[in-house]
């Protein structure tokens, strides 16, 4: 599934007669990278969540015939959902015996998708994060084990754990110690079919941030690390859009 509905407010004025998946990247728009980049990793059926100018976005990817792929769209014109209503609404859209690889459209990386996908599968978890060990204001935090524990915004202090008695832990935590780990979130994870039926029962609007680390006390909500020479950028803002370029240039 890739994430395409977003207003794409930070790359205003580029996105007031367009939707974010539609600005380019190195002369392409970036739904086309992502569907390129699932296409080349093996992936064969795609969903596209679709809210601001969805027409555009559908019209594109119809007229490049899915770009070789099976692509569904979920229609969220009627209300934007946030990321965890996003795949709650998409969800009959699912096989629903298989893990979904979920890729935000404005992130580009070196990431090897189909390789975390595999590593999902063979590791057993509900939910699988890439993340890396950047610089960011928020992070998840997850235990010698990799099992996400909690989610901390360092500028603010504040913590948010379903772990009873980790709050204080957590709230000192500035730095990896010897049992938890600061980790940025890459904006692509993949899901497991266990965790639909929670999904199903959640709230129409949510974030998928929070429901991961509300269910990780009784569900297994896990990190892979990225590799040392992971290359990463959020295009949603135009200061990365040039980087996010370099990234596509260096992969071909």
Known sequence: MIFAAGLGTRLKPLTDHCPKAMVEVAGRPMIAHQLLKLRNAGFRRVVINVHHFAEQI????????????DVAFSDERGQLLDTGGG??????????????????????????????????VADGAEASLLV????????????DEDYLVGWKNIKSGEVRTSYDGLQQTLGRLIEDDEQYRLRA?????????????????????FSII???????????IRCVEAPANFRWADAGKPEALDKAAEIVGVLG
């Open 185 to 205: 979130f890459s904006g692509i994870h993949v899901i497991s079919p266990t965790l639909f039926p929670l999904l199903r029962e959640a709230d129409e609007v």
């Open 210 to 220: 929070n429901f991961y680390w509300q269910n990780s006390l009784t569900h297994h």
């Open 87 to 120: 795949i709650r609404k998409a969800l009959p859209l699912f096989d629903s015996d298989s893990p979904v690889l979920i890729h935000n459209v404005d992130i580009f990386s070196n990431a090897d998708l189909e390789e975390l996908y595999n590593i999902h």
């Open 58 to 69: 559908i019209d594109y990817v119809n007229a490049n015939s899915g770009f070789g792929l």
């Open 132 to 143: 890396s060990k950047r610089d960011t204001s928020r992070y998840l935090i997850f235990d």
